[in-house]
């Protein structure tokens, strides 16, 4: 419908603005432990999951271009709120 247009599922946890820095990456830490487990990685071929953990920074210019992306899609297809 959208020549060029790739789409795909993906999934991040975001923190309130201004959560210390500490407590981000301690929880990305744990992360990235739940994300190693046998149960979590037997669950990423059923669901064609490819995980990353990013880094906070990695994640904001990720985040981002999908925001871009987007917004030029409803642009090109004039959607409208109704």
Same mark, same amino acid.
């Given at each position: ?5 790739? &789409? ?12 210390? $820095? ?5 929880? *990305?830490?744990?992360? $990235?432990?739940? *994300? ?9 071929? =059923?669901?064609? *999951?490819?995980?990353?953990?990013? &880094?906070?920074?990695? *994640?904001? &210019?990720?985040? =981002? ?6 917004? $030029?899609?409803? $642009? ?7």
């Amino acid at each position: 419908m959208y020549p060029g247009f790739v &789409t795909y599922n993906w999934y991040a946890m975001f923190f309130p603005k201004g959560t210390p $820095r500490p407590i981000v990456d301690g929880m *990305l830490g744990e992360i $990235r432990k739940a *994300l190693e487990t046998p149960e979590v990685k037997a669950f990423y071929p =059923k669901e064609a *999951l490819e995980p990353v953990a990013s &880094t906070p920074e990695e *994640l904001a &210019t990720f985040f =981002k271009a999908e925001v871009d992306k987007y917004a $030029r899609v409803i $642009r090109a297809a004039n959607i409208r709120l109704e």
